[in-house]
């Protein structure tokens, strides 16, 4: 089934590593951007303009349960290069779209491609790499995203204070046309693929993966923690005077991300998943606690290390598990059932964790967010970590 039996960095590797790159540079470049296009160009509020961003994110979250049937019923590589090519044209498309409500509609939509596109890079990837090497060869695939989460936002602004917002477009979708012409070259013909099924049909087992949902879930509550940073940190960093160096917390989180996977993913191979999990839900847990504490420039980027470490192995290991749970032919549903689930604790994290921060402050939903991960530790040691592959 692989180009090598144990060689990660093969060429159709290479090739999806900068197709996923493509479409989340993207997602982070415009979810950076468009609230300042809406507010700044179109002269919304920032209510509205927060509205760009919910109205993709809502789309993507509900497409994602189906995004697995979808690929068992027309192929990974078909759907994936449908979906970026729809995606290439939505990102074109904002260059015409000028009327909010229009453009609310363009979001939306090219959120539904997002999720399908998304599902498909990541089932292939837990396809081509070697069994044995899996969760080395899905941490290196996910830093396609850490990288985007900092090149995206970093091209965005570039390019708008230099050019304009059209320009920006334009750009974006020349990255994703560069994906685009990425996928098409992947050869998946060995790869193995699910029974083709007579009629079409939709049950609980076409929209989850049983065996992945357990695992799923915990991944959710470790998600749920994490959208205190992504919805709250700015808000937070403002509120202790501390933005100078908020607009550096987000590289250094990458850099942490990257640097511990050669280590993480060896371990993880060698000696079994429970051996980077359950250091990995101390460190998060550390760095939520110094984020909550953070009242020096130091001491916030001394938590990103924290955060990034112990986060980032957290979601690579926890997807490598979803997937080896189930069947070969069953990528699909423990991809799409891992990102579901993902994807939902992020959004009831920013509308739960907002109401705590309300009533409490911004430093406690960090020490909620804390002791939330080692309460997920206790149950993970308790139920899971028995098992030699967990």
């Known amino acids: 089934m692989m180009e090598n039996d144990n060689q990660i960095f093969t060429k159709r590797f290479i090739s999806l590593f900068f197709t996923n790159l493509s479409i989340f540079l993207v997602f982070y470049s415009l979810i950076t951007t468009l609230p300042l296009y809406a507010s700044g160009i179109l002269d919304r509020t920032d209510d509205e303009a927060g509205l760009l961003v919910t109205a993709f994110l809502v789309s993507a979250i509900l497409m994602r349960p189906f995004s697995g049937k ?10 994936l290069l449908i979906s970026l090519l729809i995606y290439l044209a939505c990102t074109i498309l904002y260059v015409v779209f000028k009327e909010f409500t229009v453009l609310l509609g363009l979001r939306f939509f090219q959120g539904i491609w997002f999720s399908i596109a998304t599902t498909a890079a990541g089932a292939l990837a837990a396809d081509i790499i070697p069994n044995k090497r899996k969760g080395t060869g899905l941490g290196y695939f996910t830093m396609s995203t850490n990288l985007a989460i900092v090149i995206g936002p970093f091209i965005g602004l570039l390019v708008i204070q230099y050019a304009s917002f059209d320009a920006l477009f334009l750009v974006l979708a020349v990255v994703v046309a560069i994906g685009s012409v990425l996928a098409l070259t992947l050869n998946t013909r060995d790869l193995v ?8 049909r939709l049950t609980f087992n076409d929209l989850f993966e049983k065996k992945a949902l357990p695992l799923a879930i915990v991944a959710s509550v470790i998600a749920f923690a994490y959208s205190s940073i992504l919805s709250f940190l700015s808000l937070y960093a403002e509120q202790q005077d501390l933005l100078g160096a908020a607009s550096y917390f987000y590289a250094v989180l990458a850099v942490a991300m990257i640097g511990v996977r050669p280590f993480t993913g060896r371990i993880y191979d060698t000696y079994g998943a429970k051996y ?11 760095g939520l606690v110094l984020l909550g504490n953070a009242d020096n420039p130091a001491l ?14 957290l979601t690579t290991s926890f997807q490598s598990l979803c997937v ?8 699909s549903y423990a991809t799409a059932t891992y990102f579901t689930l993902f994807d939902l ?4 994290g920013s509308y739960v964790l907002g109401i705590v921060a309300v009533s409490i402050g911004y430093s406690a939903i960090y020490m909620v967010s804390a ?11 308790l139920i899971f ?6």
């Open 371 to 381: 002791a939330l991960m080692l309460g997920m530790l206790l149950i993970y040691s």
């Open 70 to 79: 979808l690929l068992d019923l027309y192929g990974k590589k078909r759907l």
């Open 385 to 390: 970590a028995r098992s030699a592959k967990n």
């Open 324 to 331: 080896q749970a189930t069947a070969p032919e069953r990528t």
């Open 300 to 313: 916030l980027l001394t938590s990103a290390i924290f955060l990034g470490m112990g986060y980032g192995t």
């Open 193 to 200: 693929q699910p029974k083709q099924q007579q009629k079409f």
């Open 345 to 348: 604790g992020i959004a009831v």
């Open 276 to 286: 980077v999990i359950i250091p990995s839900f101390m460190l998060f847990a550390i």
